[in-house]
Structure formats: C-alpha cells, structure tokens
C-alpha cells in the first residue's frame, strides 16, 4: 500500500479523556474514531489489525474442529426469558420493541440463542460432541465505558459454544479449547497468565481467565510462588490487594504475589445450566439427557489495545510481527528532483508486492522528520530507509523498530530477506 493511496492521517494531540498508552496511541495513529461514548469507527489501519487479530482466532478454532456460524445481533426476550437472564443480566442489556411491540435485545452474548439452535439442530448422540463459534460484535451497555476500545459499549467478540453427552466429553472438550486459546495468544505473542475466575452472569461450575500482563489492567490477579495456582482474587474472600500480598497460598503451597492483567478470553463449563432452563435434551437408550455446554469468548478488539499496552516505546507502537498492519515499511526521503532515487523505490515495492511481501509505502512529498515520526508511530516492525545512497550505491538501510538496529542491505537481497 502506497502512503498516497492510503489513509494515514496521524494526530499530534491525544484526547484529554485518553489515559492507557493504547488508547492515545490507537487515536494518534488513526486506527479508531469515536462517534459516541464506547462506540468506535475502525478505520483502514485499524481495521487491518483487527482483521489480523481475527484471522489468528479463526485460523487456530478451525484446526481445532470449531465451526463458525453467524448469529443475529438482535434477539428475541422471549429467549432471555425462558433462561431467566432478562431478569438477572441488569443493566448492560439494552432492550427495544419493533413496530409490532415485541421486546428484543442487543445482544451482549449468544448462550440462549445458540441453545435455541442446538435444540433444532442436535438430534442425536451422533450429533455430539459440536462447537460452534462465531466472530461478531457485541453491544453491552456498560456503566462507565473507557480506555478506548478497551472497554466498549459495542465491541468485537469471538465466543464458542460446545455441547457434549455427558460432564466427562464436556471437560475433555474445554481442556481442548484451552488448547487452542494458548496456541492463538502464542501465535499473537502476547506475555499472557490464566486464572480460576468467577462465572458471573453467564454462569455455570467453573471458568478461567486468560489475562494480558499489564500494569494499567483493571484485574487483579494472584500467583503462588510454589505451584500452579493463579486466581482472579475477586474469587477470594479478601479482596484488599494490600493483604493479599505475601498471603499462605490457599492451595496450601507457598505465599501469593500479585500482577495486574487485561481479561482478553473467558471460558466457562455451564454444565446443564441452558439446557436445563431452554429444554435442549438428546434421546438417549429412550431416555431424555440434558446437554452438557461450555462457552469460550474472546475480546478481538480489546486484544489489539491489550498488545499495544504490553508493546510501546516513546515514539509509539511495537506491534508484534503476528499481528502488525504490514511487515515493512519503505521510508522514501529526499526524493524530490531524483527520478532514479524514484523508480528504484517504485521497483523495490512492486517486487515486495509481486512477493507477497505486505509492504506500506510512504512516498508522501515529506520532510524526513515526519516520515519518520510516522513510520515510529505505526509500529511495523521493519523500515527501509531508501535515500540518495540508494540512488548511488544501490543501498537500503534496514531498520529494526524495536531497537533501532540499522543494516545496510543491497536492493537485491531484500525480498529474500523477508520471504524466509
Ligand atoms: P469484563 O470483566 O472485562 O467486563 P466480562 O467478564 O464481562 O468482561 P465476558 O462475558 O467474559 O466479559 O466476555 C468475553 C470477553 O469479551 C472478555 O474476556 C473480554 O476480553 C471481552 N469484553 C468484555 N466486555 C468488553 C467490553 N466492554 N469491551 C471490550 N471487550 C470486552
Ligand atoms: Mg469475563
């Protein structure tokens, strides 16, 4: 993509309400617009990030045997009501009627829809075990919206449902997608903990947190230095973090110490909560079973924010490769009156192009400092500084955006430079 083609407008100033690092550098590198409070346009590059996060998600549920549907935003409260969550869910559930009077929600979670279609769509044991999932906004009519995308009132979802026969199958198929929930934050390359977490108001025996190690997380979250235990310590009795710290583990092995974390995935065993509630049953030997189910979530969006928190520098962005808008990033300077400098720079991103090489490149009339400012603030992780000694000596320097380390290639060994 060539800069003059493309939509790059970064800003100077942040917003006075942006407090995380994620969320001035997402406004001043022009990846989101609010146009109210917790409600977001994505623009073309944060888009392109956001599909990226996407991509990782749906590339790891699909090698895992997941099948993605699409599942109406708008859903019926007769649903909530055979649950008993319109009564329970509270405030964020924001309700209308349609010319008819008849109540619907914006969906904030699918659990009572994907019930409704798994009792038409599972008929049998040879139906079992399934997972479903989609990649879908969500609308939740947060109390205090904030951080940017971070915590939004309509937000991008990945939530799975899985239906087994029996509890056996259903925590054979939650250690599964746990599986997958740890090879998708690998492939992302986020510093990620899970923790036991409370259920609430999607309910169900047992769930985990995945949580973004960060400083400015909203979670507290609670680590013995002896064993494997790790809770969100709003599961403890004591809750003042000030006591939690240097406390007997309560698995009995070691003290705990604490960390602060982004919730980037919950999942849940719900056992027979839904199916109990919504009659979702299979016959089995002449008798009627309930259905054991799980749900998984994934907060898309609030993962490109959460790796931003965990990836940044002074100038800006250090996106990870996984997940950066390009792999690399030509910096055209003092181009004006050098046709040669010109149509070698034209020639080196055609042939990246040619290559599959996802290349961005600023050919913008200029002056060095911005370009370079902007190309900081992006955050791809490769320059390719193309100047006059590339004109004269067939020479691109390659910069490192992460440490600024600086090699001086020949314009030839570019492409197998990034095609290994
Ligand atoms: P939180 O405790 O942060 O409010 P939650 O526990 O209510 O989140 P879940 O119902 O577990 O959220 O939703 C699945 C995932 O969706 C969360 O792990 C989180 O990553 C993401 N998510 C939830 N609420 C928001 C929001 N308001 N904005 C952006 N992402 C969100
Ligand atoms: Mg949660």
């Not at 230095?225 to 406390?247: C, Q, R, V, W, Y």
């Not at 604490?258 to 919950?266: A, R, W």
Request: proline fraction near 4%.
């Amino acid at each position: 993509m060539k800069a003059s083609l493309y939509h790059f407008k970064t800003l100077r100033d942040t917003p006075s309400d942006a407090e995380l690092i994620s969320h001035k550098l997402m406004i001043r590198a022009n990846m989101i617009k609010p146009i109210a409070s917790g409600i977001y346009t994505w623009l073309p590059l944060g888009t392109l990030i956001l599909k990226k996060v996407e991509n990782i998600i749906r590339e790891e549920l699909n090698r895992g045997n997941c099948l993605e549907i699409i599942m109406p935003l708008v859903q019926p409260k007769d649903l909530w009501d055979q649950s008993g969550r319109s009564k329970e869910y509270g405030p964020e559930l924001l309700g209308f009627k349609d010319r008819n009077k008849r109540d619907f929600y914006l969906g904030p979670t699918h659990e009572e829809i994907i019930t409704e279609i798994a009792k038409k769509e599972i008929s049998s044991l040879k139906d079992l075990p399934k997972i479903f999932y989609q990649i879908k906004d969500k609308f939740r009519d947060e109390i205090r919206p904030r951080f940017g995308v971070m915590r939004a009132r309509e937000f991008l979802m990945k939530d799975a449902y899985s239906f087994d026969i029996d509890e056996t199958s259903m925590h054979e198929t939650y250690s599964n997608i746990k599986n997958v929930y740890k090879n998708i934050f690998d492939k992302i390359g986020l510093d990620y903990r899970i923790v036991s977490a409370d259920s609430g108001s999607i309910g169900g025996d047992k769930s985990e947190e995945f949580h973004v190690l960060a400083d400015s997380g909203e979670d507290t979250l609670a680590f013995s230095n002896k064993s494997d235990f790790a809770i969100n310590i709003e599961l403890l009795d004591e809750k003042d973090p000030k006591k939690i710290s240097g406390m007997p583990s309560p698995d009995g092995n070691g003290n705990l110490s604490l960390k602060k974390g982004i919730e980037v995935g919950h999942i849940f065993q719900l056992g027979t909560k839904y199916s109990k509630s919504m009659g979702l049953t299979v016959q089995v030997n002449n008798v009627l079973q309930e259905i054991f189910m799980g749900c998984y979530g994934i907060g898309v969006s609030r993962i490109v924010a959460a790796a931003i928190e965990q990836n940044f520098d002074d100038d800006g962005i250090l996106f990870p490769e996984s997940i950066s808008p390009f792999q690399c990033y030509i910096i055209l300077i003092n181009q004006r009156d050098n046709p040669q400098l010109n149509s070698e720079a034209e020639k080196l991103y055609l042939e990246l192009k040619k290559n599959d090489i996802e290349v961005f490149f600023d050919d913008r009339d200029l002056n060095p400092g911005v370009k370079f400012r902007d190309a900081n603030l992006m955050g791809v992780p490769y320059q390719l500084v193309m100047g006059e000694k590339t004109a004269d000596n067939q020479t691109v320097e390659l910069i490192k955006r992460i440490d600024q380390q600086k090699e001086v290639l020949k314009l030839n060994e570019i492409i197998n430079k990034f095609k290994s």
